[in-house]
């Protein structure tokens, strides 16, 4: 079984930063693209960032140019960087992989999710 575990939410003020990060662990044979999304109250699910295996970046519009997503392929971890952050940025945040396990297909898998609150 795979686990996706976030940390780096939090309280921030507006124009503050800070850092996500989202572990996998498990019998991970590989792991595919990797990214962030983040769901506002009252809101859908939407795409913040992607990054393929080979690095290959993608950013919703609301964020390019102030969110960096990065990845450590050794340690199973992806990365998500925001600066510059305002209200509109409050949401939970959830990381995402496709992963392949030994003796399994390849799956999404999603983290618990971490909030993010950017208030004065």
């Known amino acids: 079984q795979v686990q996706l575990v976030e940390s780096g939410g939090g309280l921030v003020q507006p124009g503050g930063s800070l850092r996500l990060s989202c572990a996998a662990s498990g019998r991970i044979w590989s792991i595919y693209t990797m990214g962030w999304y983040r769901q506002a109250p009252g809101k859908q699910r939407e795409l913040v960032a992607t990054?393929?295996?080979?690095?290959?970046?993608n950013y919703a519009v609301s964020v390019k140019d102030r969110f960096t997503i990065s990845r450590d392929n050794a340690k199973n971890t992806v990365y998500l960087r925001m600066n510059s952050l305002t209200p509109e940025d409050t949401a939970v945040y959830y990381c995402?992989?496709?992963?392949?396990?030994?003796?399994?297909?390849?799956?999404?898998?999603w983290g618990q999710g971490t909030q993010v609150t950017v208030s004065s």
């Open positions: 995402d992989a496709d992963i392949k396990c030994q003796y399994a297909r390849r799956t999404d898998y």
């Open positions: 990054i393929t295996s080979g690095g290959s970046t």
